[in-house]
């Protein structure tokens, strides 16, 4: 397999795990009306969800911004400091 390849087909096993990390979140979602009453939580549950999920999004933000931030540093370093080096980021 040639580097194209393996590139394509570690997309390929990245895409099919967020595919089934989603799924499994759905699936939670849509079991949630049964689980509610079984739990002591009961509708703070779906609050406390929604919570995680949306704290588990920081995360990637926050790495992208280091990204442009640590290129932007790497460049003022070097002294080439200029907008193109922040484009192709």
């Given at each position: 397999?040639?580097?194209?390849?393996?590139?394509?087909?570690?997309?390929?096993?990245?895409?099919?795990?967020?595919?089934g990390?989603?799924?499994?979140?759905?699936?939670?979602?849509?079991?949630?009306?049964?689980?509610?009453?079984?739990?002591?939580?009961?509708?703070?549950?779906?609050?406390?969800?929604?919570?995680?999920?949306?704290?588990?999004?920081?995360?990637?933000i926050?790495?992208?911004?280091?990204?442009v931030?640590?290129?932007f540093?790497?460049?003022?370093?070097?002294?080439?400091?200029?907008?193109?080096?922040?484009?192709?980021?």
């Open positions: 397999m040639d580097i194209a390849g393996s590139t394509l087909f570690i997309h390929l096993l990245v895409v099919l795990f967020g595919a990390a989603w799924i499994a979140v759905n699936g939670v979602w849509v079991e949630l009306p049964v689980i509610v009453y079984q739990t002591p939580e009961e509708w703070n549950l779906p609050a406390y969800l929604t919570i995680i999920s949306q704290v588990g999004n920081i995360g990637p926050i790495v992208a911004i280091m990204q931030l640590f290129m540093w790497l460049s003022v370093l070097k002294g080439t400091s200029d907008i193109k080096i922040l484009m192709k980021a």
